[in-house]
């Protein structure tokens, strides 16, 4: 599920790795399991 909608993303928005990875990081903080998820 996941996968599909960041790869959308990054195709659409053309972010590439880094972008990618910015939202996997925005992705998993807002599921409280990032390094800032406490």
């Not at 996968?3 to 903080?29: F, H, K, M, P, Y």
Request: charged fraction near 15%; avoid cysteine.
């Amino acid at each position: 599920m996941f996968d599909a909608e960041l790869a959308s993303l990054t195709a659409i928005g053309g972010l590439g790795t880094a972008g990618l990875v910015d939202l996997i990081q925005t992705a998993a903080r807002l599921a409280g399991r990032g390094p800032s998820g406490g």
